[in-house]
């Protein structure tokens, strides 16, 4: 029967197609064909920029100290870019402080301010005074704080301290709780009658005491 052997052919014919068709991929440890090996793309690494690799941390210490313009507030006490000094170990009378010289009262306070003021427009600091008017640039380095939280710092124009001239013109006192660093000026104040030292006086804290209550 031609149609019959006809659809047998065609049978085995079908029956033989899976076969032909796996010898014709390359065989696998698992029998299956290879999987395509693909793989994203990765970004580009940023390299910083030469600007941000040279520009300083923003934790890096700052120097210590503080340099400006000064001013004089009284006989102890500066004022630089705003910020407030007490001069570290010394005392000075206060502004409104009166002594007594050759039997008469004189605003021994307000002298004291005047030779602070003196210093800071003098050039005696090697050069670093300003004439013409300008304020002095003066350098202030603190040590501690006072009872109101004011910086008491060694202020110096140029190479001059001026806790150190004040209290060897006779103008301020060693003031102990600082400490004793500038004994040696006082004793030569003392000496030599200067300042303070050629009438009586009150000394600035036992004054404050007395009138102000500290």
Same mark, same amino acid.
């Given at each position: 029967?031609?149609?019959?052997?006809?659809?047998?052919?065609?049978?085995?014919?079908?029956?033989?197609?899976?076969?032909?068709?796996?010898?014709?991929?390359?065989?696998?440890?698992?029998?299956?064909?290879?999987?395509?090996?693909?793989?994203?793309?990765?970004?580009?690494?940023?390299?910083?920029?030469?600007?941000?690799?040279? &520009?300083?941390?923003?934790? @890096? =210490? %700052?120097?210590?100290?503080?340099? #400006?313009?000064?001013? *004089? $507030?009284?006989?102890?006490?500066?004022?630089?870019?705003?910020?407030?000094?007490?001069?570290?170990?010394?005392?000075?009378?206060?502004?409104?402080?009166?002594?007594?010289?050759?039997?008469?009262?004189?605003?021994?306070?307000?002298?004291?301010?005047?030779?602070?003021?003196?210093?800071?427009?003098?050039?005696?600091?090697?050069?670093?005074?300003?004439?013409?008017?300008?304020? &002095?640039?003066?350098?202030? @380095? =603190? %040590?501690?704080?006072?009872?109101? #939280?004011?910086?008491? *710092? $060694?202020?110096?124009?140029?190479?001059?301290?001026?806790?150190?001239?004040?209290?060897?013109?006779?103008?301020?006192?060693?003031?102990?709780?600082?400490?004793?660093?500038?004994?040696?000026?006082?004793?030569?104040?003392?000496?030599?009658?200067?300042?303070?030292?050629?009438?009586?006086?009150?000394?600035?804290?036992?004054?404050?005491?007395?009138?102000?209550?500290?």
């Amino acid at each position: 029967m031609p149609v019959t052997r006809a659809i047998l052919l065609l049978l085995s014919g079908l029956l033989a197609m899976p076969s032909a068709l796996a010898q014709a991929l390359p065989p696998t440890a698992t029998g299956r064909a290879p999987v395509p090996n693909v793989r994203a793309t990765l970004p580009p690494k940023v390299q910083p920029s030469a600007a941000a690799a040279s &520009a300083p941390s923003q934790t @890096e =210490p %700052r120097p210590p100290g503080t340099a #400006g313009a000064g001013r *004089a $507030i009284n006989g102890d006490t500066v004022r630089i870019e705003g910020r407030t000094f007490r001069l570290w170990g010394i005392d000075a009378p206060e502004i409104i402080q009166a002594c007594q010289l050759d039997g008469r009262n004189y605003a021994c306070g307000r002298e004291a301010a005047a030779h602070l003021r003196t210093l800071l427009s003098s050039d005696a600091g090697s050069g670093a005074g300003a004439p013409g008017g300008v304020a &002095a640039q003066i350098v202030c @380095e =603190p %040590r501690t704080s006072d009872r109101f #939280g004011r910086p008491a *710092a $060694i202020c110096r124009l140029g190479d001059m301290d001026l806790g150190a001239e004040m209290v060897r013109a006779g103008w301020a006192l060693v003031f102990a709780p600082h400490g004793t660093d500038y004994a040696p000026q006082e004793a030569e104040a003392r000496a030599a009658l200067k300042g303070l030292w050629a009438g009586s006086f009150e000394a600035p804290w036992e004054w404050r005491a007395r009138r102000l209550g500290e």
